[in-house]
């Protein structure tokens, strides 16, 4: 365990792509963590003039860093709100995700046969399905008509499918890996299938996976960014995608720009540093990346 994490800190170290995503995902986890702690005001709150009327569309000012929605609310307050639900849905989408699909792969390649085979068709079947469909037509079951579906849901609707392409590349790794002389000779010393599988091969592949992780982080916060600008995102539960939403819906999205951008912005560079994470790693499995 020790080796591992130090060779985690060893790829960050080599790369400064990796380094930059992964203080941007710290910035992101600071704000989910404490945000609601630090927004100068409530995420409902209305926010009012100096002559007591309500301060509905106020562009940036020194009270307002980021300006007033059309209900006259702090954007700055609810930017560090929603960063909470978005990060949420993004790492735990992740994580189910790649758990299934990790060990999917890894059970699938190393043991072939009839397993391999139904694992395969399985994958097949769920490349079949369209996401971001899939995932809305999930919500409109599950939410009975109550405008929307809960971060529960949606990380389950997103994480049934965003699986599929880890399974296929780690099973391909693994299908490699166990040809390999350090297997043949854990398997002379009798080594059981779990303590090889789990213990010699999965380390090998565990760059691939974490380079996933960071692939299926990106595409979680995209898809729930999507389904709530769509609509069908809970009122409860909003995010950064439901204030893009609340932009549009207001019909504000061609002049309110200070209601646009501090979402936007924080779902770029959320996703950006998904992505940065994911070239790091992919550095490690293809050399040739460094010299582009």
């Not at 994490?5 to 060893?10: G, I, K, P, S, Y």
């Not at 692939?215 to 898809?223: D, G, H, P």
Request: charged share 10%.
């Amino acid at each position: 365990m020790r080796s591992l994490l130090a060779n985690q800190v060893q790829i960050f170290k080599k790369s400064r792509r990796g380094q930059i995503g992964l203080l941007l995902l710290l910035v992101f986890f600071i704000m989910a963590s404490i945000g609601p702690f630090v927004a100068p005001y409530g995420p409902q709150e209305k926010c009012f003039t100096g002559d007591e009327a309500l301060a509905r569309f106020s562009p940036p000012t020194a009270g307002h860093i980021f300006g007033t929605t059309w209900e006259g609310r702090d954007v700055h307050s609810q930017v560090l709100y929603r960063a909470r639900s978005t990060f949420l849905v993004g790492i735990f989408s992740a994580i189910i995700a790649v758990f299934f699909g990790a060990n999917i792969g890894l059970l699938s390649g190393y043991f072939g046969g009839v397993l391999d085979d139904f694992f395969m068709r399985v994958t097949d079947i769920a490349y079949g399905m369209p996401f971001l469909p899939f995932v809305l037509v999930l919500i409109a079951l599950t939410s009975g008509g109550g405008g929307g579906g809960n971060i529960f849901t949606l990380v389950i609707g997103i994480a049934a499918l965003l699986w599929r392409t880890t399974a296929r590349t780690v099973r391909a790794e693994v299908m490699s890996i166990k040809q390999r002389e350090f297997v043949t000779w854990a398997r002379s010393k009798g080594g059981s299938h779990l303590r090889i599988l789990y213990k010699h091969i999965a380390p090998n592949v565990l760059p691939i996976i974490t380079l996933y992780t960071a692939l299926s982080m990106v595409w979680a916060v995209l898809t729930e960014a999507s389904v709530t600008f769509l609509g069908f995102g809970n009122p409860a539960t909003p995010s950064w995608g439901f204030m893009l939403y609340r932009v549009f819906i207001s019909g504000a999205i061609s002049f309110a720009w200070w209601w646009i951008f501090p979402p936007a912005i924080c779902i770029v560079l959320f996703v950006l540093s998904g992505f940065l994470i994911g070239q790091a790693y992919e550095e490690v499995g293809n050399p040739k990346m460094k010299q582009m």
